[in-house]
Nanobody, 117 residues
Framework: VQLVESGGELVQPGGSLRLSCAAS????????MSWYRQAPGKEREWVATSTWPGSSTSYRDSMKGRCTISRDNPKNTVYLQMDSLKPEDTAVYYC???????????WGQGTQVTVSS
């Protein structure tokens, strides 16, 4: 079982990034898929979730209107599109898969997003 994030990089304020999370060893269509982030010296915080079934989405207030979580079930991949990035968005972004029905939860290793001029 593995979650592999990618897409993090250095971007200027106001820029955009799309993070990807590729899953292997399980099927994301049975899981709630979420993104979290952790800035230096701070606790990990929730960013966005795509639910199952139904694939409704929810976002932390500071990211509403600036990011979109989406999933491609056939590709077993989840995405986080982030726009209008701010320096305070700088963090390591982690992918999370959780199923209370199956009693399972998985984390990726994270991808670094740095927003700086």
């Amino acid at each position: 079982v593995q979650l592999v994030e990618s897409g993090g990089e250095l971007v200027q304020p106001g820029g955009s990034l799309r993070l990807s999370c590729a899953a292997s060893g399980f099927t994301i269509s049975l899981y709630y898929m979420s993104w979290y982030r952790q800035a230096p010296g701070k606790e990990r915080e929730w960013v966005a979730t795509s639910t199952w079934p139904g694939s409704s989405t929810s976002y932390r207030d500071s990211m509403k209107g600036r990011c979109t979580i989406s999933r491609d079930n056939p590709k077993n991949t989840v995405y986080l599109q982030m726009d209008s990035l701010k320096p305070e968005d700088t963090a390591v972004y982690y992918c999370n898969a959780k199923s209370t029905l199956l009693g399972r939860e998985y984390w990726g290793q994270g991808t670094q997003v740095t927003v700086s001029s």
